[in-house]
């Protein structure tokens, strides 16, 4: 049997995870629930943004540096002293939830990357436990459950699955397991129960049992963000799945807006670190234009990496090429908003604003734009084109007019 840590996790790309979060304030534990806590880095009760982005720089430290939950604790002191905060609960388990919960999340997200990189020699996951008695009845049955990579178990069952939850997990070959005599078994089954918050009435829905209300997600894949889960469900569906999508995707752009302007703010002054924010999704007829064509992109979504916005910006020597500020702070909203799709190779334009001087706003996207072994459609670049350059013959309208 291997002998296995959960420091053994890579801790570039943890801290790449940490780092690229947003810092929101938050009123309590459960405002923010679910997915969303692979994108937002809340403390509950700090409803100050300078004391949320200081409890973030010194879990960030933690992370970087090693430091140990006795060295945090002193920050927190430092942290709570500065800015005369009032918090509910001991030190002791304040501290202790604050640190463990993010580490755990952070290492997972991260280790989930290259779990996605390596599945083609690795592509078995085996769940473990501490193996102690602390550890979670329910947690017990799933100890050395081995499943493959891509199993939808993991969709919910991927560690940690819990306030204060220690498991996590390792990959194998088949060679490996072999070794190890543990024998792939289906997946165990998931039985769930309705959560509600008593005190306010709040209805959680169904939750598997054995999992803390809120952590039935797969951390690495949320990291990724739950549009581009949205993006991959947009690309099984059928034409008509599609249409009836439609609704639910203008919800999406109005929330992408406004976290987008969000990441902007974040993003600003600081040097890229290959992190990517959702700008839209690829419309149902260039969807099924691509699909016809034999060309499937990996998922719906459209990104953009923060090597790219200073681009975008418009902080490059070209004006002629710039898009206005108001267009790039509203980017999923004007690319939603477009009138025309082209498509040249792998590349597809999106038409966007028309503006007095002749020239038109579009944004080309690379589908299928691999980056750290993950496919993405990826936002290349944006500009102010004179409408003529887009109707030369190495440009294919498949949607739109010009």
């Not at 993010?102 to 997972?108: D, E, T, W, Y």
């Not at 799933?142 to 939808?152: I, R, S, T, Y």
């Not at 004007?334 to 498509?343: M, P, T």
């Amino acid at each position: 049997m291997p002998e296995v840590t959960v420091a053994n996790v890579p801790a570039r790309e943890a801290i790449e995870n940490f780092r690229a979060k947003l810092k929101i304030t938050s009123r309590r534990s459960d405002e923010y629930m679910g997915a969303i806590h692979a994108k937002a880095f809340t403390v509950a009760g700090a409803t100050k943004i300078d004391l949320v982005n200081d409890f973030h720089g010194a879990v960030a430290s933690a992370l970087e540096n090693g430091t140990t939950i006795t060295e945090f604790r002193k920050q927190f002191d430092d942290i709570v002293a500065k800015h005369g905060w009032s918090y509910k609960g001991s030190r002791g388990w304040r501290t202790r939830t604050i640190f463990d919960t993010n580490l755990r999340s952070a290492h997972a997200a991260g280790r989930w990357q290259q779990i996605q990189r390596t599945k083609k020699a690795r592509p078995w996951l085996v769940y473990y436990t501490v193996d102690d008695s602390r550890v979670r009845d329910e947690h017990r049955k799933w100890h050395l459950v081995a499943l493959p990579v891509d199993d939808p178990w993991w969709d919910t069952h991927y560690p940690p699955n819990g306030w204060g939850c220690r498991c996590w997990i390792i990959t194998a070959s088949d060679a490996q397991l072999k070794r190890w005599g543990i024998e792939p078994a289906k997946a165990p089954p998931i039985n769930t129960t309705e959560r509600m918050n008593t005190a306010t009435g709040e209805y959680y829905g169904e939750v598997p049992e054995g999992i803390d209300t809120g952590w039935d997600y797969n951390v690495g894949k949320a990291w990724l963000g739950p549009d581009i889960a949205l993006g991959k469900r947009l690309i099984s569906m059928s034409d008509a799945q599609l249409a009836g999508a439609l609704p639910l995707i203008g919800r999406q752009i109005d929330e992408l807006n406004t976290s987008w302007k969000v990441w902007l703010k974040e993003r600003e002054g600081q040097p890229p670190r290959g992190y990517a924010h959702t700008v839209g999704f690829l419309p149902a007829p260039v969807l099924s234009v691509l699909k016809s064509r034999d060309i499937v992109p990996s998922n719906a979504a459209i990104v953009i990496f923060d090597r790219d916005t200073n681009h975008g910006r418009g902080d490059h020597k070209s004006k002629l090429a710039r898009i206005t500020k108001e267009e790039f702070q509203n980017l999923p909203v004007e690319l939603d908003a477009h009138s025309a799709v082209l498509i040249h190779g792998d590349e597809l334009v999106f038409v966007m604003k028309e503006h007095a001087d002749g020239r038109t706003s579009r944004a080309v996207v690379a589908v299928n734009f691999t980056k750290k072994g993950v496919q993405y459609n990826s936002v290349r670049s944006l500009g102010r084109v004179p409408i003529a350059n887009l109707r030369k013959k190495d440009y294919e309208l498949i949607w739109g007019n010009l």
